[in-house]
């Protein structure tokens, strides 16, 4: 049993003297009460008291002590990232959420258009046009960066499900011109609306991803973009000479078409690399070459370290002989 001794103030041991005495008074005895007993019934209903406060019961035994540190800390330890990650991982969580968000979205959409609620904004924007333009951008983002890095895992048949949902929306595109049908918002917009909406998100996304891929242009590819090539240097023509009122392009100016390519086009592809290029004093390639270098050292030092085993077995035959 250890021992532990505490030293007492002169105003402390008076104190302690005088509880002494009015605990004798009040039992009516003068004997079988001392400072001692008294100091430690006063330590035990302190330490109880505490104790309690901190849920442990009186006496603690060290593993319930260390459970209940480990319990305190984990409380008062503040989220990390590792765990926002692992919650946001959670199978339970993700089906949660998105049933939340599902029923939020029900609820908004049904309020705002069959309800009236006008704080929603919805009737305003009533057509699949503007929700185009609400939600092009996001989906572009999460969807098309997928299909550029792992299309290759991705199943034939799932390959081809998103290529007839792609071929299947171009022709409700074209029926929503034809009919019409109103409440796409298709009608009154041209093929230069349609370059706003498509082309800032496309080219930035995918100018963004595909330097990270291992993906090469392949003949059909390459194919597919000169026939996107020539149609829109007919469109040009057909737009600006025959006057074709479809495209949209007549009254836009050089101005204006900077203003639409510049940013998705020309910055990312052209002007970013010259950029970082004569900024850096083409550091990339330097680094780029000096990896290429240490690369090539290990491939010559590999065969040399490979060699050693052999000569030191024949040194150790040698010896033996």
């Known amino acids: 049993m250890a021992a532990l001794t505490i030293t007492l103030e002169p105003e402390e041991l008076l104190g302690l003297n005088a509880l002494v005495e009015m605990e004798r008074v009040k039992s009516g005895s003068q004997t079988g009460t ?7 019934a006063l330590i035990d ?71 009236g609620w006008q704080w929603t904004g919805f009737r305003a924007n009533n057509q699949l046009w503007d929700w185009l333009h609400l939600l092009l ?13 792992h299309a290759e895992r991705m199943s034939l048949a799932r390959r081809r499900a998103y290529g007839v949902f792609a071929l299947a929306f171009a022709g ?18 041209t093929l230069w609306d349609w370059f706003l909406l498509l082309v800032l998100p496309l080219t930035i996304v995918v100018t963004g991803v595909w330097p990270k891929t291992s993906r090469t242009l392949r003949t059909h ?30 009254g836009n100016t050089l101005w204006d078409w900077l203003q639409l390519l510049l940013l998705p086009l020309v910055f990312p592809t052209i002007v970013l690399p010259t950029l970082v290029s004569w900024v850096s004093g083409n550091a990339a390639a330097v680094v780029r070459d000096t990896e290429h ?7 010559h030092v590999a065969p040399r370290a490979h060699a050693r085993p052999d000569a030191a077995a024949s040194v150790r035959t040698a010896r033996r002989t």
């Open 172 to 189: 409700f595109v074209v029926v929503g011109y034809l009919v019409p049908l109103n409440w796409t918002g298709f009608s009154g917009n």
């Open 221 to 250: 590819h390459k194919a597919l973009l000169a026939l996107l090539g020539i149609g829109w240097v007919v469109s040009l023509i057909g737009g600006y000479v025959w006057a074709w009122s479809w495209t949209g392009y007549q």
């Open 137 to 149: 951008l996001p989906v572009v983002i999460g969807t098309v960066p997928i299909w550029l890095l």
């Open 34 to 40: 001392d400072a001692e007993s008294t100091a430690r």
């Open 293 to 299: 270098g240490a690369g090539e050292a290990r491939q």
């Open 45 to 115: 209903d302190s330490l109880a008291a505490k104790l309690n406060e901190l849920g442990l019961a009186w006496a603690p035994s060290p593993e319930s002590v260390k459970d209940r540190a480990e319990k305190a800390a984990r409380a008062h330890r503040p989220p990390s990232s590792k765990n926002l990650r692992a919650v946001m991982r959670d199978a339970r969580v993700r089906r949660y959420g998105s049933a939340v968000l599902a029923t939020a979205a029900l609820v908004a959409l049904f309020g705002g258009y069959a309800g």
